[in-house]
């Protein structure tokens, strides 16, 4: 039976860059003291990368990994059509979760070059 928990906690390697900078960015949080709640919610209006709670507070979180400048950096890559679908998505988990007279707020872990903690921008309140 050991063996069986010990398999369903184990994590899953991350697959591409955007797991491992969500990854990254779930521990980073962690250790600032967060309370995870959810990862990856998906609904017909968009994604929520990260979800976490901190004292009375939800916290709605997008994670963004730019490996180059070619086409901007990760906090540029973040557009107004974006926003807004974090926005409409948080709504629908809140009242999906009966937290709609909950606080929240919204922000951006931001990784350039590289996905590691001394690359990680944490922007809280961005939107």
């Known amino acids: ?5 010990n398999f369903l906690n184990k994590r ?7 797991e ?4 990254t ?9 967060l309370c995870f709640v959810e990862r990856n919610f998906f609904c017909r209006l968009g994604e929520i990368d990260l979800i976490f709670f901190d004292q009375d ?3 709605f979180i997008e994670v963004r990994f730019r490996a180059n400048k070619n ?6 890559s973040i557009g107004q059509s974006k926003l807004k679908k974090i926005r409409n998505s948080a ?3 809140l009242q999906k979760n009966n937290k ?10 931001l990784f350039d070059e590289k996905i590691d903690k001394q690359h990680l921008t944490w922007l809280k309140a961005v939107f």
């Open 100 to 109: 709609s007279n909950s606080a929240t707020r919204f922000d951006a872990i």
């Open 20 to 23: 491992k900078a969500e990854q």
């Open 71 to 76: 086409h901007g950096s990760a906090a540029e």
């Open 25 to 33: 960015a779930e521990d980073f949080l962690l250790s600032q003291g």
């Open 1 to 5: 039976m050991q063996t069986v928990i």
């Open 12 to 18: 899953k390697a991350a697959k591409n860059s955007g």
């Open 91 to 93: 709504a629908l988990w």
């Open 57 to 59: 507070t939800y916290i």
